[in-house]
């Protein structure tokens, strides 16, 4: 009975890594969607290599090279920026305060590289389902809002991306399950989720098949929360669509 409290504590970290890893991979995904559309075709272009190449590789190798990346690459930048040092002078009017601060190495935090890494996995693949959800959209309700005199900004907010949130609602869904079986792999880069903390209990009790399966109902309860959820929110985005559809027979 012990080992359930740290097993539920675990289980708040996997949930916060991937609701927070949700939240930045859908910002992350409408700006992929937007700059892949821009018509300056270099910055388009750089987007479109960054997330074949994000989708290409396996997940667990996207996890592996944030965590061991992210600390070499501030080294770099500390080195070639900021001289491998930041110098600092506090002006005092009669003297000056001058520091000096040598980096040579970078503790990052491993929930962080996590989050990063999730977030730009779901960004990737989701950003693909935005761009369909786009050309869902007729052309001639974004020539009918000009018509009217709307500012591309109410036009983007107020009638696009309400029917781009409707179009995309189901594959971003089924997104956000993978998301979440996702979460396992930051277990690798030594983050206390449900599978580490799992692996931990079963190297004390010695049943693997037990504690196995009691991680299997987590993520499924989880999944089922999240199904419930989602289907919800799809509802109530095909409401006024459905009554629309029987007012007009």
Same mark, same amino acid.
């Given at each position: 009975?012990?080992?359930?409290?740290?097993?539920?504590?675990?289980? #708040?970290?996997?949930?916060?890594?991937?609701?927070?890893?949700?939240?930045?991979?859908?910002?992350?995904?409408?700006?992929?969607?937007?700059?892949?559309?821009?018509?300056? #075709?270099?910055?388009?272009?750089?987007?479109?290599?960054?997330?074949?190449?994000?989708?290409?590789?396996?997940?667990?190798?996207?996890?592996?090279?944030?965590?061991?990346?992210?600390?070499?690459?501030?080294?770099?930048?500390?080195?070639?920026?900021?001289?491998?040092?930041?110098?600092?002078?506090?002006?005092?009017?009669?003297?000056?305060?001058?520091?000096?601060?040598?980096?040579?190495?970078?503790?990052?935090?491993?929930?962080?590289?996590?989050?990063?890494?999730?977030?730009?996995?779901?960004?990737?693949?989701?950003?693909?389902?935005?761009?369909?959800?786009?050309?869902?959209?007729?052309?001639?309700?974004?020539?009918?809002?000009?018509?009217?005199?709307?500012?591309?900004?109410?036009?983007?907010?107020?009638?696009?991306?309400?029917?781009?949130?409707?179009?995309?609602?189901?594959?971003?869904?089924?997104?956000?399950?993978?998301?979440?079986?996702?979460?396992?792999?930051?277990?690798?880069?030594?983050?206390?989720?449900?599978?580490?903390?799992?692996?931990?209990?079963?190297?004390?009790?010695?049943?693997?098949?037990?504690?196995?399966?009691?991680?299997?109902?987590?993520?499924?309860?989880?999944?089922?929360?999240?199904?419930?959820?989602?289907?919800?929110?799809?509802?109530?985005?095909?409401?006024?669509?459905?009554?629309?559809?029987?007012?007009? #027979?």
């Amino acid at each position: 009975m012990n080992y359930f409290f740290p097993l539920l504590d675990a289980t #708040k970290t996997t949930l916060l890594i991937a609701i927070t890893s949700l939240v930045i991979g859908l910002i992350l995904a409408f700006l992929f969607t937007v700059l892949e559309s821009w018509r300056f #075709k270099p910055v388009a272009w750089l987007i479109s290599i960054i997330v074949i190449v994000i989708r290409a590789l396996p997940e667990i190798l996207v996890v592996i090279a944030i965590y061991n990346g992210i600390p070499l690459l501030l080294i770099f930048l500390a080195d070639e920026v900021l001289g491998g040092g930041l110098d600092l002078s506090i002006p005092l009017g009669f003297t000056d305060l001058n520091f000096h601060l040598e980096i040579t190495n970078f503790d990052v935090s491993p929930i962080l590289c996590g989050i990063i890494a999730l977030s730009l996995l779901y960004a990737a693949y989701a950003s693909q389902t935005l761009r369909g959800a786009f050309k869902a959209i007729p052309i001639g309700q974004k020539q009918a809002a000009e018509v009217l005199g709307l500012s591309k900004s109410r036009t983007l907010f107020h009638i696009i991306i309400p029917q781009i949130w409707r179009h995309a609602l189901p594959g971003l869904g089924n997104q956000w399950l993978v998301l979440l079986k996702d979460t396992a792999l930051v277990s690798l880069i030594t983050v206390n989720d449900v599978m580490m903390q799992t692996r931990s209990i079963i190297a004390n009790t010695r049943e693997p098949f037990t504690w196995y399966l009691i991680a299997a109902v987590i993520y499924l309860i989880i999944s089922l929360i999240s199904q419930r959820v989602l289907s919800v929110l799809e509802a109530r985005t095909l409401y006024f669509e459905n009554k629309s559809t029987v007012t007009e #027979k």
